[in-house]
């Protein structure tokens, strides 16, 4: 890596390489781009086989360069930076959508004023045929101006044999305007009353349209606001450490796997690592939504974007770029949020059709009066009632714009939702299936309890027991070691060790004979354990695992190792037992020390001693029994049951979270994520169906009511413009009402 | 009399093209001699919109041209892709695996429409 101004600029652009297959040809490719003028900097990232480049020379320049050094090069499209890119192009957009609704709106207004008036130009004068005709043409000039877009787009859809919302309006207003200059050259084919223009209907209809449309581009850019905010979590810059111990703030786009950074109190985490010098406590909340602050020490991973709280401590970075925890959750995120759930399908089978339908409609409408013996003009109102009133886009949207919501609602509090179906399943479970080790239980043994006999203290049968164990490979035996090294205590060195399988271990300490192992272990070597027997029974009936030591053949104390069950289990089991829902706890380990956790965290059903590979069979038999069945667990043991379950969970995947198998990943190693996903698919879900319900009613009370299906009772027909102001109306509150998901929060949880 | 046959006609003729136009023909598809085809998403609608390849591979460049936020996502349902399109940028999707079979691609509401066969055995 070449380092060539000490001030580095964020780099420009990335260029993907290709053909390059060793170290080597990175110097040449560096060398080749630092001889062209107008680049400052020039990395290549050799794993990720990209390069960044900063300085005013652009792309073309670049990869030409690259070229002409014998490798290839394309430009890397960066995802962030269009996003705002996007933003831009839509304010504009919104901006001139709401500068033709106003142009329009005046003229309309207008001429609705002017219809109202009592000397109005008559029709049965050239004059006010003259005038008319002017103001018709005005009109279309305008309509053309602001609405063209609608008009080009049911255009090129007709042409494509496919009828939109553009369709609609196009049709309605074109026929508005064709109709009324019909009447202002031929005012003589319809009676005198009849004689009226709808100009400024159309005007007007096209100015809802696009004040619609405007609103709504500022409504959904709030729905992906989560989104934002993920994004804007990235810190700037870095603190790089050289070779030389000399640091530097560098942007962290310049940043590399294997760089040295420094991250001092109160900075944001620049990227993934792992932390080589100091310690600190982190605030992770960002990320795994656990206000708690997590504390870290040498070789704990670290995350980008989280906040570095107390201490001041070295990291190296081991992720960069895309490949960074947060990269990965809003790809994730972003993926999801464009997914749909079951729910929506009926919504998806409806929406081909119903344009055309809609059509059909109005065409039906206008044959009924006319065959009852309305006038022209009553038809043709009634007729554009129709097509202006029917709203596609308020049922297109009801789902979508929901769990765009919802999605991004979900990611605040650290679950991530792989797609539609598992948001809309995870609020239907009956039953839950918890795996239990590193889902109810942290998922790695600790020394829980030091019982001593009379003439020995607790440091003592430790530190033995330690030292003893430093040569085990027993998984218990690296509780009692990091234990005792959390003692700073020094391990003493052992001769003769000896590792009796399914009893212990023995070894020479100090010239003294020290054991350690089970019951077994004891009486064999006739060790009298009397007097601790009660206890070590108790110990194990908690689920733990307690072990004898002995020194010189006389009983020094117990050890109790145990996999400790995770402050909040209980408390979020039993809010799901609340919820109603059936927990069952899966686990390969023994009945007894499966049912003493299952009896603490207060979960009845038990499946113990079961292999990984049956873990499936049990949620199929309870699926059988017509329960939807959800699966907790850590996602790499248990994923055949997670794959299985109607949802997968996988618990703290804090360190990797591409897991394949699971539907749901909860980022915060706590049983509360379930409640949390549970919580915001049942409140989405709502949101959903309230949508669609409000969408289908529109739609289905709005069509005959503007066909005039009450005037022959009420005598009540549908003005059009009041028709467009309801159309716009409707996608307008189907968006606001997915926005209202923004304002949920989980009590006691920080989003 | 003449008057409200002539209208009764037009309105039944009406009606049948309309089934006819939306519903019974599709649009000409286009067939992809490589594979790689341009897509623009332009005026509400995917052109082309009917997509024909024999290959089990296919990438679709979608060029979004409308600003409309209705055209911000392109749903291959049956595919599980899924991809937000940058504004006025090349965005390309690559599909692989393909089997033969009939594939819609729609934006979220389903109002953009598209179809992608594929003819491969």
Redesign the interface.
Known sequence: MTMKAKNVSAPRYQLKLANVSCASCVKSIESALYAVAGIEQAQVNFAARTISISGSADPKTAIKAIQQAGYEASLIQDDILSDKMNDKVELKHMRTLLYKALIAGILGVGLFILSWLPWQFSLSTLTGQIIWGVLGIISLMTILYAGGHLYRGAWNAFRHHLATMDTLITIGTGAAWIYSMVIVFWPTLVPDAARHVYFEAALIIIALVDLGAALEIRARGKTSEAIKRLIGLQAKTARRVDDNGDEQDIPIEALQVGDILRVRPGEKIPVDGIVIDGHSSIDESMLTGEPMPVSKKNNDQVFGSTLNKTGSFLMQATKVGKETMLSQIIQLVQHAQSTKPPIAKLADSVSGYFVPTVLILAVITAVIWFNVGFSAGFILVASMTVLIIACPCALGLAAPISVMVGMGKAAEYGVLIRNGEGLQRAGELTTLVLDKTGTITKGQPEVVKIITTTHFNELTILQYAASIEQFSEHPLAQAIIDYAKKQSMNLLSAANFNAITGQGVFANIDGKKVLLGNERLMIENHVNIDILLVQSNKLASLGQTPMFIAIDNQLAGIISVADPIKEDSKPAITKLKNLGIQVVMITGDNQKTAQAVAKQVGIKQVFAEVLPEDKANHIKKLQSKKSIVGMVGDGINDAPALAQADVGFAIGAGTDIAIESADITLISNSLQGVLNAIAISKVTLRNIKQNLFGAFIYNSVGIPVAAGILYPVLGLLLNPMIAGFAMAASSLTVVSNANRLRLFSIKGQKS | MIN?IL??SI?AL??IL??V???L???KSTQVQVDEITVYV??????P?RIETSHSKLTINFIRED????S??V?F?EL?V???L????P?KITLTNLKSGNYRF?C??????GELIVTNQ
């Not at chain 2, 600003?67 to 209705?70: I, L, W």
């Not at chain 2, 979220?108 to 429409?113: I, K, P, S, V």
């Open positions: 409200v209208f009764n309105a009406l009606i309309i089934i136009w939306f519903w023909i599709k649009s332009k005026d509400s609608a995917y052109s919109n600003a409309s936020p209705c911000e996502y749903l349902e599980n899924h991809e937000q940058p504004l006025n940028k965005h729609t979220q509401m389903g109002m953009y429409q």
